[in-house]
């Protein structure tokens, strides 16, 4: 199986701050793929318009436009242009290659989204939420990774997987939600394996605290 060529340039609907749009925004740099980026100010109100919720009903960042498809969810979309442009390439096609991958696109809804994810949108527009149960479910998180890079160069695999693309972004910037990386080596590692790939593309980083 091969891969397709775009029928003309991507276009992402994003909020720079977000590492949802960030791992798709990684992915597709990962694969060479250009892309036109739209931001959406969700502060004032964008994804509440008629206009985005024809995009996506539940007024959410990221959205991918690719010719006549339009795809919500950071990882639904990095299915998508795997499947579509990498194929085999970054999801295992055997059915328990297949199954640990989704494992940790499963974590990065879950225990990444209400763990450092969510430490960090504390911090930064300065939330008046307690962070001690996100800050909690964030070092449960970070365990659990170290103990399982440090048998492997990478979450799901020996070579890159949407896995690492899921978790990547919110683990790399986890510091700005006040969840320290210090004692977690492997996992720190495994952050610079992930920046030395061709064509990385970092995401913004921000002092904590700032407004938006």
Do not use: K
């Not at 659990?144 to 799901?156: D, G, H, K, P």
């Amino acid at each position: 199986m091969t891969a397709s060529t775009p029928p003309e340039r991507l276009r992402l609907y994003r909020m720079q701050l977000s590492g949802h749009c960030h791992r798709v925004e990684l992915f597709l740099s990962l694969l060479g793929l250009p892309c036109d980026l739209v931001d959406v100010d969700v502060g004032r109100g964008e994804t509440r318009t008629p206009e985005f919720l024809a995009l996506n009903p539940f007024g959410q960042l990221p959205v991918l436009r690719d010719g006549q498809i339009t795809l919500a969810d950071s990882n639904a979309i990095l299915v998508y242009l795997e499947g579509r442009y990498a194929p085999g390439r970054w999801l295992p096609r055997d059915p328990l290659g297949a199954a640990q991958v989704q494992r940790w696109l499963s974590v990065a809804a879950g225990q990444l989204a209400f763990g450092p994810a969510a430490a960090r949108v504390i911090q930064l527009f300065r939330r008046p939420d307690d962070p001690a149960a996100a800050l909690a479910r964030a070092q449960a998180l970070l365990r659990v990774m170290e103990q399982q890079l440090a048998s492997r160069a990478f979450l799901a695999a020996e070579t890159p997987t949407l896995a690492d693309i899921a978790l990547y972004s919110y683990t790399a910037v986890a510091p700005e939600g006040m969840v320290t990386l210090t004692p977690f080596a492997a996992v720190r590692d495994w952050l610079a394996r992930i920046e030395a790939l061709p064509g990385f593309l970092p995401m913004v980083r921000t002092p904590v605290g700032l407004e938006a």
